[in-house]
C-alpha cells in the first residue's frame, strides 16, 4: 500500500508559493525572502529551473550541488523544500519522509506549515511502522499525526490495523468507525473490506446487540445475496444459547427470506433444525425448494430421510384448523403460540399471525418470542411498517436476531 494518498500529495504540493531566494538587490514592501550565499544560489536556481522543466535528472545533480554547500538554516530549508518536491515527482517515498522531517524541524519552515509537514511525515512513518510490523511502534506515531492536524482517509484505517495487530479490539473498532463516518461525511462509499474487517471483531467481543448493529449497516451499505449469507454466517457462530431453537431457525429464516440459501448443506441443515424444532411442514417445504433448484442432490440419503420424516409428522399432526379451536378455549397462550408456529411454519402467514395475536392477549408466553415471529409473518404478508414495530419491540435473547430481521424489510429478496 502507499501511505501517502493523492490527497496527502495534493497537500503537500499546494502548500503556497515556493519559498524565494533573495536577490542582491533589495525590493521595497516585499515579502521576507531566503538569504542565501551566491555558492548555493547558483545550483539550486538550476535545480529549480529543472524541476519546473520535469527534467529530473539534472534537479538531482543540482541540487545535489546546492545541498552539499547548504550552511544555513535558509540554504537548508530551500533546498529540503526543493527536495521533497523532487521525491514527490519521482514517487520516492524514503525521500519524502526524510525531507519532511527536515522541513518540520527547521526553524525557516513558516509556522502555518510546520504541523502539516509534521504531520505528513508522522502519517508516512506510523504506515511504514505497520509495513515492519511494528504496530505497537506506530500507534504513538499516528497518533501524533493526529495531534498535528493530519486528516488523511487511511489514518484511521491504520490505527485500526495497529491496534489490531496489538490485542486492542475495542480501540480498532472505534478507528473503523471513524473511518466510515469521515469517508460518508466527504461523500465518499466506506470499502466494503472495511466491514468486513471490523464485524468479526466486534463479534469477538461477545457484543451481540454490537454485532447485530454493525450487520445492518453493512447490509444497508452493500445489500447483496452474499453479503446477507456472510453477515448471517458470521452472526449465528458462536451464538449463545438465549434464544435457543427460535434464533436458530430464524436465522436460517432469514436466509430463505434473503434468497441467501446457497447450498446443499444450508437446505439440509435447515429442514433437519425444521424437523427437529417440531415444525415438519417447514422442512418439507424448504427441502422441496432445494430440489427444485438443484441444490439438493437427486437422491441424498440423509436429506432424503429427513423429508420421508417430515412427511409423516405432517400426516400425524391433522388438520391445524382444529388445533387453532383449541388455542381460543386454552386457558393461556401457550397453546396458540404453539399452533401459530406450525401454521407459520406451513406457509399461512395471515393464521399464524391471528393465533400470536391470541397468544398475547392470552398471556403466559414469551413477549419477545412470539413477537420475534410475528415480525417474520408480517414481513412475509408484506406489511412493512408493521413488521419493524414488531421486530423493535422485541428484547432480550431475541433481540440482536429482530435487528437483523428489520435490516431486511426494506431489501427485498435479490436475485
Do not use: C, H
Amino acid at each position: 500500500m502507499t501511505f501517502v494518498s493523492k490527497l496527502a500529495l495534493a497537500a503537500v504540493l499546494t502548500l503556497g508559493a515556493a519559498p524565494a531566494i533573495a536577490q542582491k538587490a533589495d525590493k521595497p514592501n516585499a515579502a521576507p525572502e531566503l538569504k542565501v550565499s551566491d555558492e548555493f544560489r547558483k545550483p539550486a536556481a538550476a535545480a529549480d529551473a529543472a524541476l519546473k522543466a520535469k527534467d529530473l535528472a539534472t534537479a538531482d545533480t543540482q541540487l545535489t550541488a546546492a545541498e552539499a554547500v547548504a550552511k544555513t538554516d535558509d540554504e537548508k530549508y530551500y533546498s529540503t523544500y526543493l527536495r521533497l518536491q523532487l521525491e514527490l515527482e519521482r514517487k520516492n517515498e524514503a525521500g519524502q519522509m526524510k525531507a519532511l522531517g527536515l522541513l518540520a524541524s527547521n526553524p525557516k519552515t513558516p509556522a502555518d506549515r510546520v504541523n502539516v509537514y509534521g504531520g505528513i511525515y508522522n502519517y508516512m512513518l506510523g504506515g511504514e511502522l505497520i509495513k515492519q510490523k511494528k504496530a505497537a511502534e506506530a500507534i504513538p506515531v499516528l497518533l501524533k499525526a493526529r495531534q498535528l492536524g493530519t486528516n488523511q482517509p487511511d489514518l484511521p484505517v491504520l490505527l485500526a490495523n495497529a491496534y489490531a495487530a496489538t490485542g486492542k479490539n475495542a480501540e480498532s473498532i472505534a478507528e473503523v468507525n471513524n473511518a466510515i463516518e469521515a469517508s460518508k461525511a466527504a461523500g465518499r462509499k466506506p470499502p466494503i473490506d472495511w466491514y468486513k474487517f471490523v464485524i468479526p471483531r466486534v463479534k469477538a467481543s461477545g457484543d451481540t446487540a454490537a454485532t447485530a448493529d454493525w450487520l445492518k449497516r453493512f447490509i444497508a451499505e452493500y445489500p447483496t445475496v452474499q453479503n446477507w449469507r456472510w453477515s448471517i454466517q458470521v452472526f449465528r457462530q458462536g451464538a449463545p444459547a438465549g434464544g435457543g431453537k427460535t434464533d436458530r431457525l430464524n436465522l436460517y429464516r432469514l436466509m430463505r427470506a434473503t434468497n441467501a440459501l446457497a447450498d446443499r448443506g444450508d437446505y439440509a441443515d435447515y429442514g433437519f433444525a425444521a424437523q427437529q424444532s417440531g415444525l415438519p411442514w417447514e422442512a418439507v417445504a424448504v427441502i422441496d425448494e432445494g430440489r427444485k433448484s438443484g441444490k439438493i442432490p437427486a437422491g441424498d440419503a440423509d436429506v432424503g430421510r429427513t423429508y420421508t420424516a417430515s412427511q409423516a409428522a405432517v400426516k400425524s399432526e391433522g388438520s391445524l384448523d382444529a388445533l387453532a379451536k383449541q388455542s381460543a378455549a386454552a386457558k393461556d397462550g401457550r397453546t396458540a403460540q404453539q399452533t401459530a408456529d406450525a401454521f407459520l411454519a406451513s406457509g399461512n402467514y395471515a393464521r399464524a399471525l391471528e393465533l400470536y395475536d391470541l397468544s398475547l392477549q392470552k398471556a403466559g408466553v414469551d413477549a419477545d418470542e412470539v413477537n420475534l415471529n410475528r415480525g417474520v409473518a408480517l414481513r412475509a404478508l408484506g406489511r412493512k411498517d408493521e413488521a419493524k414495530t414488531a421486530f423493535r419491540t422485541v428484547k432480550g435473547a431475541y433481540a440482536s436476531t429482530a435487528q437483523l430481521w428489520l435490516a431486511s424489510v426494506d431489501f427485498p429478496p435479490l436475485a
